[in-house]
């Protein structure tokens, strides 16, 4: 899932604190924006526009954060409405909606421990690409 | 004698400067006149770590953002609330960053004028 990876060049000090912050920053938006799952890709995006002009290993790590925040916010807000319909009763609790959030909830913690993970990787300056994102990351972010 | 000033001034302003400008700050003081470093001690410069306490304490209100003399974030901050809460959290981890960088070019600007001894001669 997660992968350990050489990056072009050695970053620096400064470049490190500021890829880690964007895993951090990531963390605290989503348990202040709870239970709403847009907060924390908006404060991501924010985050990553005032990098987008950084060195490139912030802007890369900048982007994983912002991709994997992408995803989240689809499975969530699925998760989100179906139970507020769930609790308005327009539709019934199904084992299939039962199912679909445990997954949701396992999802997010495996999210949550791989982000405090990479963001105390990126701290010590190791480059830490995660399954799938990693690879999209690469496509949205070139070295230039 | 000038480059002692340098170390000294490094030493108790460094830390209002993001790590990679001091090589260029040191470089630009050494050499620099006697009489222009009076300009360069008066210099007052944002403090990273008041401005992160102020950032978490008032940072809906934009305070911050004043502070660091950017009054139309300022304003747009304090009239959307802190960007709902999410510029306020952004903000927490970018402020400091932010102020260095200000620092920095406060500093440029101010050097800007002054020749070194090394371009007199």
Same mark, same amino acid.
């Given at each position: 899932?997660? *992968?350990?990876?050489?990056?072009?060049?050695?970053?620096?000090?400064?470049?490190?604190? !500021?890829?880690?912050?964007? =895993?951090?920053?990531?963390?605290?938006?989503?348990?202040?924006?709870?239970?709403?799952?847009?907060?924390?890709?908006?404060?991501?995006l924010f985050?990553? +526009?005032?990098?987008? !002009?950084?060195?490139?290993f912030v802007?890369?790590?900048?982007? *994983?954060?912002?991709?994997? *925040?992408?995803?989240?916010?689809?499975?969530?807000?699925?998760?989100?409405?179906?139970?507020?319909?769930?609790?308005?009763?327009?539709?019934?609790?199904?084992?299939?909606?039962?199912? =679909?959030?445990?997954?949701?909830?396992?999802?997010?913690?495996?999210?949550?421990?791989?982000?405090?993970?990479?963001?105390? *990787?990126?701290? !010590?300056?190791?480059?830490?690409?995660?399954?799938?994102?990693?690879? +999209?990351?690469?496509?949205?972010?070139?070295? !230039? | 004698?000038? /480059?002692?000033?340098?170390?000294?001034?490094?030493?108790?302003?460094?830390?209002?400067?993001?790590?990679?400008?001091?090589?260029?700050?040191?470089?630009?003081?050494?050499?620099?006149?006697?009489?222009?470093?009076?300009?360069?001690?008066?210099?007052? @410069?944002?403090?990273?770590?008041? /401005?992160?306490?102020?950032?978490?304490?008032?940072?809906?209100?934009? /305070?911050?953002?004043?502070?660091?003399?950017?009054?139309?974030?300022?304003?747009?901050?304090?009239?959307?609330?802190?960007? @709902?809460?999410?510029?306020?959290?952004?903000?927490? @981890?970018?402020?400091?960053?932010?102020?260095?960088?200000?620092?920095?070019?406060?500093l440029r600007?101010?050097?800007?004028?002054?020749?070194?001894?090394?371009?007199?001669?």
């Open positions: 899932m997660i *992968q350990i990876r050489q990056f072009p060049y050695r970053p620096h000090d400064y470049e490190t604190e !500021k890829a880690s912050n964007s =895993y951090l920053m990531s963390l605290i938006a989503a348990i202040a924006g709870l239970p709403l799952p847009i907060v924390n890709l908006l404060a991501t985050f990553y +526009l005032s990098n987008r !002009k950084g060195t490139y802007r890369w790590h900048c982007t *994983q954060a912002l991709v994997s *925040q992408v995803f989240l916010l689809g499975t969530n807000s699925v998760g989100f409405w179906w139970t507020v319909s769930v609790f308005m009763g327009d539709v019934d609790f199904t084992n299939q909606y039962m199912g =679909y959030m445990v997954t949701l909830v396992l999802f997010n913690l495996a999210e949550f421990a791989a982000t405090i993970y990479t963001a105390i *990787q990126t701290r !010590k300056g190791i480059h830490v690409e995660w399954w799938f994102y990693g690879n +999209l990351t690469h496509l949205i972010c070139p070295a !230039k | 004698m000038s /480059i002692s000033k340098v170390d000294l001034f490094l030493m108790v302003k460094g830390k209002h400067f993001e790590n990679y400008q001091i090589s260029n700050i040191y470089n630009r003081l050494t050499g620099l006149r006697e009489s222009d470093w009076q300009a360069v001690y008066m210099q007052d @410069f944002h403090d990273p770590t008041s /401005i992160q306490v102020i950032s978490v304490l008032a940072g809906s209100l934009g /305070i911050d953002r004043f502070m660091l003399g950017d009054v139309g974030l300022g304003v747009a901050k304090l009239l959307t609330c802190g960007g @709902f809460g999410v510029w306020t959290i952004v903000d927490w @981890f970018l402020i400091q960053g932010v102020a260095k960088e200000k620092n920095g070019e406060k600007q101010t050097l800007a004028h002054m020749p070194n001894e090394s371009e007199q001669e």
